[in-house]
Nanobody, 118 residues
Framework: QVQLVESGGGLVQAGGSLRLSCVAS????????MGWYRQAPGKERELVAA???????NYADSVKGRFTISKDDAKNTVYLQMNSLKTEDTAVYYCNAVVITTTIADYWGQGTQVTVSS
């Protein structure tokens, strides 16, 4: 089992910045990839950014050049630096971990609200 706890959400004006953090605990040895997803009201959950163990990252087209995902392996923490925020970035942001041992499992945090005002 892996537990994920997010922090760092809040209210910010358009053009501003926020940094989200996600701390993993439990059986973290099996984590192969961590990422951030978001879900806006009335929309499906979508991938924002993900980073694999080797450090390779991928981003949704809508956030490329504005968001940066990074990780600190010693702290079992993944970050999402969000710059030049837009009102359309408003959503609940969820941390995700893909764990591969004898099975493949997805773990999710509880979510953190990001609201960007105009």
């Amino acid at each position: 089992q892996v537990q994920l706890v997010e922090s760092g959400g809040g209210l910010v004006q358009a053009g501003g910045s926020l940094r989200l953090s996600c701390v993993a605990s439990g059986s973290t040895f099996g984590i192969k990839r961590m990422g951030w997803y978001r879900q806006a009201p009335g929309k499906e959950r979508e991938l924002v950014a993900a980073i694999a163990n080797g450090g390779r990252a991928n981003y949704a087209d809508s956030v490329k050049g504005r968001f940066t995902i990074s990780k600190d392996d010693a702290k079992n923490t993944v970050y999402l630096q969000m710059n030049s925020l837009k009102t359309e970035d408003t959503a609940v942001y969820y941390c995700n971990a893909v764990v591969i041992t004898t099975t493949i499992a997805d773990y999710w945090g509880q979510g953190t609200q990001v609201t960007v005002s105009s």
